[in-house]
């Protein structure tokens, strides 16, 4: 299970050519109601999307309500699509990694940390690289990029709704959802990464109480390990199943 | 009538004193699903929102249907809000003038043209300056500048769909808007302009019919002519109602 | 009394109907000298001006003598203003409120403060926004934004002046004239602002040694609470006099 | 055969998979004594660098004689390493392409266009992305991106140098070069590619005297048409060879 | 005779060794009222300074009255110095150049064609690099760099004083003034100089009616041809005078 | 013995008046291979150069071996410069300063310091404005200026290389240079130095184990004291020399 970063849609099956090479079957979900921005386009519409005022982006959109809030339909999908994948012919339901980088790991984090509350099958690994939407409050303070800053733009206005905005985050927040990880994980943090600051990637991982590691990139911003984090990744899995 | 530029909602009263301060009432309208940044919080959902993938942003948010377009709303929301203000208790229905800059100035542009295909009120008088969503083709073109840029950052992903987003925006370009204008019209434009660049706003005021004016603000940007551009208005409206 | 940011103009009556229209006369200092940027005009002279070397601006003009630096007049302006506001028809000289936010916050608290020292009516109300010129040493080490950069750039040729320049800015550092203010104060300060940093406003604001209270906006930067201070001040004033 | 971008290394086998899903053999072409940025290592040396005096950067090694400059060495290099694909167990000699965007545009423009004056095989067709390195002179002119700029930045210090730097990248241009193109190409350009700026690749592309087809992405930069233009890639070449 | 660059202050007599090492006498004129900005500091006041509004800065200081225009000043300091440099003991008063680069080159060329004018001493020739202040009217069209941009926010908040400001300016233009040019003169433009627009260098070339020479930098900023043109200047002056 | 800083060339006689103007005579070194920018033209080719991989710029020229590091061969330069000079005619070998800013002060520093372990002459005094390319480590950590953002390029790329190439760095570091320096050595630091953050000066002014002083300058960038420790500097020598 690929999950996309913000702003990126699912493009095309030779956009994803990693895995089926490295002889996993990949299935990739499209962020719903998101375009693409200069890279892959996507095609998922988000009919449940129109909710309250919000600043142009989408970790505004529904804010005021966590069952309005994007990201609830986004995890959601993400569950599903788990689900469709494993009911796919040819996947192995007991050898599904979930796997994504910046939104894409927030988004493989909850799926991960999700199945424990859910019927259904459940993830065998989650591959996470510096994950966005974690430990959000610590974020919006220490770092001023998009997409945290959408939060920070849109509180500069409404004033007074600081503790709603964080509440309804807060059932999203991945530092919580990390909590219910079982699964083995591997992470990935950059040590100067703008965008996705180290501290709430490290604070997820600590709080992840499942089997896991952590490679550090010292000397990166929001790509991450890149290629050799993806190295990594087929290195992980092939020790762990084999 | 009040319309908001790009971003902005509807504040308190206290925002909006200018108007009543020189006899006018003042009506108002909350552009929908903006929650303002920076400045101005809004408050009015869009509960018809929803739809196909788009960027951040409000320029794309329906952009492959004119019936779901975002505009096709907002431009909606204009007229009625004239009638009810039209209705309000107070008002000369015959004496109403719809007023904005930027995006406020397309709504306002809008609101005027419409009328002509419209029952109900009229308006008497509009004040467009700077008017954004004016001239789109260009205007993509010549400026880089938010939020045109967002078609850009969209047409960028979505390559093949450049015919069927200025197919859209035909229904809502204010050049196109601009040539049903039969009320009398003050323009004003600032030739520095990077946001709504100053051809936009000059074809769209050659494309009014009705009787008009413009004002040019040579060392200007978006920021037009600002403090004396309201006082042309209000000496406009002065001279047009004695 | 409304003093004015650093480089606005007075503007025009239609610019300052917000306290009018909440029932207090308002009577707005033009600042001498300043001709605006971008913004409102102003028209007022400083023909005492013509000292030693500047840097543009007017925070270094007449820097090496405190009898001639700049914001010696515009002190001596502002509280002259208040006596001639106070002695205005139709003008209770007991409820006369000093306002203004970064250079006019800096403005207003001198007024509010230099009165302990000075014959003739006193302000019976301080409303202090996000003040400039204050607790400047510390400013000029923390923040890289103008108007503070502008004493670093001329530091940064006068290699030698740095003591002579900061004991002129003793006279007029809004840190030192807190400390003489006893009437009533409305501050406000923004987490975020690098303008004028919180920490320096915080000082001013621990210094002052009468009534007083501070709005914080967490999520804000030099705009500070922009409109809903505006209502806060509102209510504190209604509060204050009945 | 894959060439680079400018500053970009070989990086590692699964770096490299689209072209092997789609059913290509794929041999990738390191850039001599470039590290990567940022993204793919390279670990190939340029023993032979070394010559005179240079701003950082590979565009002005050597400039002062076209037998010691830089770009001699990698358009050797991509010639050999083409010998190198042809001789290789499983691939058919008569159908090699040669492909790369930006500097890899420029070297795969190259080999394809010198294999005419060079004895040994010849690759079938050219897949020519936004080439860098290509009609110069106006590049410098209109565009301020580096890696263009090295050259004004060389320049601008080497004041008397003009001529001799252009005659030495006369040898280079892939304006020139393009001249002796026979085999078919598929060229792709995006209009608002502020790097390798439309007209310079327009240039060539009317240079090209062999079977051309060209990709116009009128809202990309440097991207260019990305995923797309894999996808018309893939659909060119099995046009091509069935 | 030297004259200094915007925002520079005269320095010390070991920043100005290059002419006295090439056999001449040299005379540093410090700008009144110029601080100097990270460089060399300047130490003459501007005691008659002081005078209408203004942005910050030396370009709009004075600028609704051409007699109390801070330039007025400058040229008027140019030419009394000059007079002194030929009252000085060993200096040749036959053999007095004027030098300056970007409001030093303003000056200097002010400073040559004034004399056209005035009783006394005349120079012998003019070296006049990058001059600012020089058909302003275009430049404030055609660039956004500072120091012009200074008269851009001046009039884009004193709306209505297009007219006045120009008329002033017509009186210290480079272009008006530099048809007075009688004595030889080496003038230099950088064709890539944001600040000092060459288009605005080669209307005050063209319009110097005595001898003259100009040395174009194609591929240089405002640097000009910095160390080169200093050697042009030192063979100019030598060939000039044997 | 002037030594260069990071990408300047030798340039001409007349740019290196002062020293001779003082008294002094002055060999300045060419920093092999490097051209020079924006600046004065250095023509001096670097024949050795041509090592392993690198990205643009001579911080990681040969960085994966001591032999080969570019800065190898540029302080055998630097000493063997010292050995001509002590040698030319005219010349006081015992009165020999190095001296140079930022890359020149690392030249610098390594000359004085290596002259410990080597036959021949030895400097007197040495120099040492902003130095660059000491105590590395931290640098990288605590800047995000080039040229040491260099290497953190060159590490975000080569992520498995950090070990060797700090290696490479510590035979070079100014920090381990600094504790062989026995001549009496003038420092200068700027507080606010983005280039060559100030920690890393202080760390080899206090390695320093000979007669040492240094000059702080508080407000300034990399320009440090600029026509002020050129003041400090002749000052210096006068003392020590009498």
Redesign the interface.
């Known amino acids: 299970m690929q999950y996309l970063g913000y ?1 990126s ?1 699912r ?2 099956p ?2 994803h ?2 895995w ?3 002889g996993f079957a990949v299935l990739v979900m499209d962020t ?27 970790v ?1 959109a529904g804010i005021h309500d966590p069952e309005r809030y994007y990201h609830r339909r986004v995890f959601t999908d993400a569950v599903r699509a788990l689900h469709a994948a494993a009911a796919a012919p040819g996947v192995d339901p007991a050898r599904i990694a979930v796997a994504g980088g910046s939104q894409g790991g927030a988004i493989a984090q909850a799926a991960a940390a999700l199945h424990a509350h859910l019927p259904g099958p459940t993830p065998a690994a989650a591959l996470i690289d510096v994950p966005f939407l974690t430990h959000v409050r610590r974020a ?1 303070d220490i770092t001023d990029s998009e997409p945290y800053r ?1 939060l ?9 709704d ?1 503790d709603e905005v964080f509440a309804t985050l807060s059932y999203f927040d991945g530092l919580n959802l990390a909590s219910y990880g079982s699964v083995p994980a591997l992470y990935s943090v950059a040590l ?1 990464d703008p965008v996705c600051p180290p501290s709430t990637v490290f604070a997820a991982y600590h709080a992840w109480p499942g089997p896991k590691e952590i490679r550090v ?5 929001h ?1 991450g ?4 984090q ?2 990594e990744q ?1 290195r992980y899995l092939r020790d762990l199943w084999g």
Not at 32 to 58: I, K
Not at 225 to 228: D, P, R, V
């Open positions: 702003g849609g493009g095309y030779h956009d050519t990693v089926p090479a490295a719903r109601g998101v375009s693409g921005t200069g890279g892959m386009p996507g095609v998922t519409p988000d009919p449940h999307g129109g909710s309250g005022p919000q600043v142009p982006g989408f505004t919006v959408e920070v733009r849109y509180l500069s206005t409404r004033r007074h600081v100067r990139w010292p000397f990166n911003q790509e390990g890149g290629t050799e993806r190295g087929l």
